[in-house]
């Protein structure tokens, strides 16, 4: 028996409005604003060299004249464009993120239209009331669509990984896109549907490699072998799927060695780092799967595992097969991983998500006003106190808590930004609006259980990313020292070795304009140092560059960091 048994009053769609207001409330801060940060400056510095270079450039990704061909060209291309469309009107930072904006639409409604498409599915359906009054196919599709969206909005570990430009994160949306096509191949298993599952994973590698695409398409055949689909229509279909892929690979790869960017190829030293990807499983990978997995899933990941339970009687039920194959498959390559990252996560978040839609439905009322009560609670509480926080930063009262939010930003002084407050008040209205409906009303619809962790997650974050950016912008740009290097730097200079990272460099780079040394080569009369305050190892770096003789010409670093120390050398010759 069907563990799902769903009044038509429980399938009320969310209003379109509703959920579109949602996610723009959910990826525009954090988006609009925000300077460059560490932790995606670096895929910056490739698009805006890209777009402010040469085809040589577009070719061999690099920063500022740093090679940087550890992933694929592909999400650097899209942020590129976005500044050649947009960025004599929105500046080249904002414009990059509209492709974060973009690549955030395609994994939210392809992950909406997978979940429609598998709710519609006769074996998906709710047990039919004796009475009648059970919703209709359609209706329970779009139902699962909006819960499985909600649940994916709610995730810790998108909301840290959707706003930054990272190629991680057009992987995490072209997985779910290639959700929705492997859905659509198994519903009609064709020529045509190969084709598109076949760009999808053309995609995937030119984003992060041939890895995961190999591992999806692996799951894929499993997937329809478990289904019972014809095996050797499957195996032909698959062998599109990967022509495809592989051509549309080729095109970057065959132009990057016709080409010769920069007398150099990229495509050796990709094909390396792709073999550096997978390993045997280890115990520090598995390690890092329980203890990053278990915040970055949730709360996806305590409704998929119910999703599991609940439907473990049934046989070949798709919604629950397709996801649980390709988050096994995923996760065996990133146990395989010797140096696993928290952004690897993000793909497997999509089939997640995608289950724990389906194991809503099965839940006990008692344990969904449990999940409501607990997060009208906590996330209401966590905003009060960011509240508090940032009036205790503005007029000192209480004094501790006014120390404790100035201390990691020395030298910042705190102001009100009108349009900042004005965001924040009404999305805590809107929050105080959305409990009042919730508990007052006693709503019978599916996705009740998730539109207030969703909602209050937002909330924590809109106020994070207005009331407290410019603290965050204050601690973590950059801008500063590059201006103070830029000035000290004579205008006729043309070439400046460094040491900095990738992150640094692309910071550098863009805010001071540095003229950093290019993939051709040169021999630099200027050099600047990266290291930390208790390093005393100049010495050696310099001669790293060849110097045997400098002289000091600049030192300093962030006022909110107190160990990394940038040095401005001339070479004595």
């Not at 649980?324 to 952004?343: G, K, R, Y």
């Not at 969904?368 to 940032?390: E, Q």
């Not at 997650?457 to 103070?484: C, E, H, R």
């Amino acid at each position: 028996m069907k563990p799902v048994r769903l009044s038509a009053a429980a399938t009320l769609a969310l209003p379109r409005w509703a959920l579109l207001a949602l996610g723009m409330l959910y990826i525009l801060p954090g988006v609009i604003g925000r300077d460059l940060w560490k932790e995606d400056a670096g895929s910056f510095g490739i698009m805006w060299t890209m777009a402010h270079g040469t085809l040589d450039d577009w070719l061999y990704p690099n920063i500022a004249g740093l090679a940087n061909v550890d992933e694929g060209p592909l999400a650097f291309w899209l942020g590129a464009i976005c500044i050649k469309l947009f960025g004599w009107i929105l500046g080249d930072v904002l414009a990059a993120r509209v492709s974060t904006v973009a690549i955030f639409a395609l994994g939210t409604m392809s992950l909406w239209y997978t979940a429609f498409h598998l709710g519609r599915r006769a074996e998906a359906q709710p047990l039919r009331l004796a009475f009648g009054g059970q919703p209709e196919p359609n209706d329970y599709g779009r139902t699962l669509g909006d819960t499985a969206v909600l649940i994916y909005l709610g995730s810790l570990g998108l909301l840290l990984q959707s706003h930054l430009t990272l190629p991680a994160t057009l992987q995490g949306a072209l997985l779910a896109y290639f959700l929705y096509r492997a859905v659509r191949y198994v519903e009609h298993a064709g020529n045509r549907n190969a084709v598109l599952v076949g760009l999808s994973l053309g995609a995937l590698t030119l984003t992060q490699g041939f890895l995961p695409p190999l591992v999806l398409v692996l799951a894929l055949f499993a997937c329809t072998r478990f289904l019972a689909l014809p095996a050797p229509a499957a195996l032909r279909h698959m062998g599109i799927a990967l022509g495809v892929a592989f051509g549309l690979t080729l095109v970057w790869i065959l132009l990057a060695l016709l080409v010769q960017p920069y007398g150099l190829t990229p495509i050796a030293d990709w094909l390396t780092w792709n073999a550096e990807q997978i390993g045997l499983p280890g115990w520090t990978a598995i390690k890092t799967f329980f203890r990053i997995g278990v915040w970055f899933f949730w709360p996806a990941w305590p409704f998929a595992l119910w999703a599991i339970w609940a439907w473990r009687r049934q046989q070949q039920m798709l919604h629950i097969v397709l996801p649980v194959f390709f988050f096994l498959a995923l996760t065996l390559q990133l146990l395989a991983d010797p140096i696993p990252e928290n952004s690897d996560f993000l793909k497997m978040l999509p089939p997640l998500a995608l289950m724990a839609a389906f194991g809503l439905p099965t839940m006990k009322r008692g344990a969904i006003n449990a999940i409501d009560w607990f997060s009208v609670m906590v996330l209401t509480m966590l905003g009060a106190i960011i509240w508090l926080f940032w009036i205790a930063k503005l007029t000192g009262w209480p004094a501790q808590l006014a120390h404790n939010a100035l201390k990691l930003v020395p030298g910042f002084t705190p102001e009100i930004g009108i349009v900042a407050f004005t965001v924040a008040a009404a999305t805590s209205v809107g929050w105080i609006m959305l409990v009042h409906w919730r508990l007052s009303r006693q709503p019978a619809v599916l996705w009740r259980a998730v539109v207030l962790s969703s909602g209050g997650l937002i909330l924590l974050w809109v106020l994070l990313m207005t009331l407290f950016l410019p603290d965050l912008n204050y601690g973590k740009s950059y801008a500063g020292v590059a201006q103070q290097i830029a000035a000290r730097l004579p205008a006729d200079t043309n070439c400046l070795a460094t040491n900095v990272g990738p992150a640094q460099r692309a910071s550098l780079a863009f805010y001071g304009r540095l003229p950093f040394v290019t993939l051709a080569g040169g021999n630099c009369d200027y050099v600047l140092l990266q290291d930390s305050v208790r390093s005393k190892k100049e010495r050696a770096l310099l001669r790293a560059y060849g110097v045997r003789d400098a002289t000091p010409l600049w030192e300093g670093r962030r006022a909110s960091d107190r160990d990394e120390r940038f040095r401005l050398f001339r070479r004595v010759r």
